[in-house]
């Protein structure tokens, strides 16, 4: 089992870890320009982008816990179905977002209070990149599909592949053809569409027997019946996302607030969890894969040994992550600045960075089981019982301690998060343990 779960979790975090370098060399390709505000512009359009697309991962999430189960059930027709519905509905909100694109664009930009030179910029960023919206959000639905296949070492090369086609093109349109930062949006459709490409290739070479001329028509595929029960499951994990969105957003607000020193530390400090959730989403994925793969083969004891196995690989590294950052996330943090200021005010609340290993892992192990046996109504509502209490507590009490307030009340919406979802599916759902 251990080897089951290690196969799916290593490319996954391979695939999570060249995102942010992804945004590094972009950054990198306009910095050179020469007009800061091109950087100002590929940081607001990025967050734009970013929030618009996380609201959608429950077509990644939603799509790999449908697969899985239809692959445990060996049921090739309906994992054929899982990918038809996803991209249908990938296409339709990829409409909405062309239709909608310049009230989202305004609205954006208003939220973020941008310079009207880094304003302008980030609109010509945001109407080349917009044209990549059905590759992303059908890449969503790719993704999910491959894990719930048990395949997670497809996605990592699709990846891959067009991180280095980004890459390429990006420097190619702004070096090769003066195109600025629109060479730089250009490089990232032609990769995402790329993406699109290659998972195309791979469905057809590798699972082409799952699929005839009349897949898209067949009856039954995009029944309301079966609809329903698709839209449900992502509801429930478009509504937690929205959750997670709003207390990361509160998080950053009320960092602001308390001035620009504070507001570095803590977003120095939450990399420190983003690096984390790196490796744990890995192994959450594969909870995504195995758990859907056993929950639909209704084999409970291989089920029972899959979660077994996760928790203990994320106790492991729960442990691992929080010595290190005991030990050296003074050292880690100094990667990111050499300001003493800030590394200073750091030290003070190192303390709240060593605790989000503990307060953090159980949530993520569950949300991949959840999402793989699709028992997302638990998912959804430990995130709104974890969200309330994250609001509640700040702004009752915690607001009145500062920084140190905020850090605790983000760290109970952390550790609640994992506690609810396993205080629920326990009795509920996972009786057995």
Not at 90 to 108: C, F, N, R, S
Not at 160 to 187: H, K, P, T
Not at 198 to 221: K, P, Q
Not at 329 to 351: E, H, K, M, N
Request: charged fraction near 10%.
């Amino acid at each position: 089992m251990n080897r089951k779960i290690l196969a799916l979790a290593i490319p996954n975090i391979i695939s999570n870890i060249t995102v942010p370098l992804l945004g590094m060399v972009d950054l990198g390709i306009v910095g050179r320009l020469g007009d800061d505000a091109l950087i100002g512009g590929i940081a607001v359009g990025g967050a734009v982008f970013n929030f618009l697309y996380w609201n959608f991962g429950f077509l990644r999430m939603g799509t790999s816990g449908f697969a899985a189960q239809a692959y445990g059930a060996r049921d090739l027709r309906e994992a054929a179905g899982v990918l038809v519905r996803a991209l249908s509905v990938a296409g339709l909100v990829a409409l909405l977002l062309w239709i909608l694109q310049q009230p989202l664009l305004e609205g954006a930009l208003r939220l973020m209070d941008g310079s009207p030179q880094v304003e302008a910029a980030a609109r010509r960023y945001f109407r080349v990149r917009i044209w990549a919206a059905p590759a992303t959000l059908s890449l969503y639905a790719f993704t999910g599909w491959f894990i719930g296949m048990q395949n997670s070492r497809i996605p990592m090369g699709i990846s891959i592949g067009i991180n280095l086609i980004n890459i390429g093109c990006s420097l190619a349109a702004v070096r090769g053809f003066g195109m600025g930062i629109e060479g730089v949006a250009l490089g990232t459709v032609a990769a995402q569409w790329s993406g699109v490409a290659m998972a195309l290739w791979v469905v057809r070479r590798y699972y082409g027997r799952f699929f005839d001329r009349n897949t898209w028509r067949r009856s039954g595929v995009l029944s309301w019946s079966v609809m329903r029960r698709f839209f449900q499951v992502n509801r429930d994990i478009f509504l937690r996302t929205v959750c997670l969105v709003s207390v990361f957003t509160y998080f950053t607000a009320a960092s602001a607030g308390m001035g620009d020193t504070l507001l570095a530390v803590n977003t120095l400090m939450l990399q420190l969890f983003t690096l984390f959730s790196y490796m744990m989403d890995g192994f959450a994925y594969a909870g995504e894969a195995l758990a859907g793969r056993y929950y639909g083969a209704g084999n409970r004891p291989m089920l029972h040994r899959a979660v077994r196995g996760l928790l203990g690989w994320g106790t492991a590294l729960m442990l691992l992550f929080t010595v290190v950052y005991g030990v050296a996330g003074g050292r880690i943090l100094a990667l990111f600045t050499d300001s003493p200021a800030i590394l200073a005010t750091a030290g003070d609340y190192a303390v709240w960075a060593v605790l989000v290993p503990a307060c953090s892992f159980l949530a993520f192990l569950l949300d991949g089981i959840l999402v793989g046996i699709t028992a997302t109504a638990v998912m959804r509502n430990a995130m709104f019982v974890a969200t309330a209490l994250f609001f509640g507590g700040y702004l009752s009490v915690g607001a009145s301690f500062g920084n140190a307030g905020l850090w605790s009340a983000f760290l109970l919406f952390l550790f609640l998060r994992g506690a609810v979802q396993f205080g629920l599916s326990r009795r509920q759902i996972l009786g057995w343990m």
